[in-house]
């Protein structure tokens, strides 16, 4: 009887767990930049018999977020759970990396994880009903590797604002964890192996 909202949901990893919150009975929204993409998911949700809807989000645009988060809540009844799973992934050596790219990755995976965050809050702090925070990181929120330095700080990130979320989260309820992955063939890995190789 929760309600989850998945940002990244329209594919890969984001998508899997969507589909598998919808198995245990969660209400989902597929949270995405794509329209269409997280429509379908919802679909292929609805269609199992579950509870779904598709919601487009830039998760780096604040007024979308919220607006977002607030229809899932008006939706479902409020949210519960958050899965912070949008992301990218643009490979080059610290010395090419550009400046808007290094922005774009932040403002994706770290932007992104404060921005939905802060709007699911709202609703899981209310009456401290509580909920749970669960942030995509990666192995490289542990290790480096070459090439990723905008990837591997934006992950190391997350684990900062997910151990402030659990002490500030406590008292209303709330509680953080941070998922770190290994290597997971997803699309947005199997567009990364061919640039690396470069």
């Not at 909202?5 to 919150?21: H, Q, R």
């Not at 007024?63 to 643009?90: H, M, P, R």
């Not at 939905?116 to 192995?139: E, F, N, P, Q, W």
């Amino acid at each position: 009887g929760k309600t989850a909202v998945v940002t990244g949901a329209a594919s890969g990893i984001g998508k899997e767990i969507a589909l598998e919150l919808a198995k245990a009975g969660a209400a989902v929204a597929i949270a995405d930049l794509n329209q269409d993409g997280a429509n379908a998911v919802a679909d292929e949700i609805v269609k199992a018999g579950g509870k779904a809807i598709g919601v487009a989000m830039d998760v780096t645009n604040e007024e979308a977020v919220n607006s977002g988060i607030d229809k899932v809540a008006e939706t479902f009844g409020s949210v519960d759970i958050l899965v912070s799973n949008a992301g990218i992934q643009i490979v080059n050596p610290i010395e090419n990396y550009s400046f808007a790219d290094w922005k774009k990755m932040q403002a994706i995976h770290v932007d992104g994880a404060f921005l939905t965050t802060k709007a699911a809050l709202k609703h899981m702090y209310k009456d401290d009903r509580g909920g749970v925070v669960i942030y995509m990181g990666s192995v490289h929120s542990h290790e480096a590797s070459p090439l990723k330095s905008a990837y591997v700080t934006a992950k190391h990130g997350l684990l900062g604002l997910a151990r402030v979320l659990a002490k500030e989260g406590a008292k209303h309820n709330v509680r953080s964890h941070v998922v770190c992955p290994g290597f997971v063939r997803t699309p947005l890995v199997d567009k990364q192996i061919p640039e690396q190789a470069k």
